[in-house]
């Protein structure tokens, strides 16, 4: 094991969740790639003699850079109910593995999550958690998210908006 790479991973990906919940948008677009898939398919039920309870063909999410840049830009509007009063998030990652190098500069990257928010005086927080596959890819010297999925452990999200989740 690489320890000097698995640090500088690991460090990567906790600055990430730490641009996020200080609403940092911008800077965050800044860590994707141009061509960035971004995706969260659906989990469902199924007994273990019928497959893999990830359905890969329907999404809550299948986002490209421009995408993601139209859904932070939206935020700073009026429209965005959302974002009134602003929510508070926080983003939890570990279980930080280095699986494989598919290209040159490239890292498959699988992490555990737990993303929590609170929003005005709600009383229940929102939760998503899961685990999440990342390519990322060294640019310039420096790593960026060149894809992302997501996969929820919850069957039935609760949340009433994935406006917030990145």
């Given amino acids: 094991m690489n320890y000097e790479l698995h640090y500088e991973i690991t460090n990567f990906l906790q600055r990430e969740a730490y641009i996020l919940d200080s609403l940092q948008f911008q800077e965050w677009l800044g860590l994707l790639t141009e061509d960035i898939i971004y995706r969260m398919p659906l989990r469902v039920t199924r007994e273990k003699k019928d497959g893999s309870n990830i359905v890969d063909e329907m999404t809550y999410f299948e986002e490209t850079k421009k995408s993601l840049i139209t859904r932070v830009s939206r935020m700073a509007t009026t429209s965005a109910w959302a974002w009134d009063p602003v929510p508070r998030t926080r983003h939890f990652i570990n279980n930080i593995l280095i699986e494989r190098e598919p290209r040159?500069?490239?890292l498959e990257v699988r992490s555990?999550?737990?993303f929590m928010r609170s929003r005005a005086k709600d009383e229940v927080s929102d939760q998503v958690y899961g685990e999440?596959?990342?390519?990322?890819?060294?640019v310039d010297?420096?790593?960026?998210?060149a894809a992302r999925t997501i996969y929820p452990d919850q069957t039935v999200l609760t949340s009433i908006n994935l406006s917030s989740f990145f």
Avoid: V
């Fill in 141 to 145: 010297g420096q790593w960026k998210i």
């Fill in 104 to 106: 040159k500069d490239e």
């Fill in 132 to 138: 999440r596959l990342d390519i990322l890819r060294r």
């Fill in 112 to 114: 555990a999550f737990l």
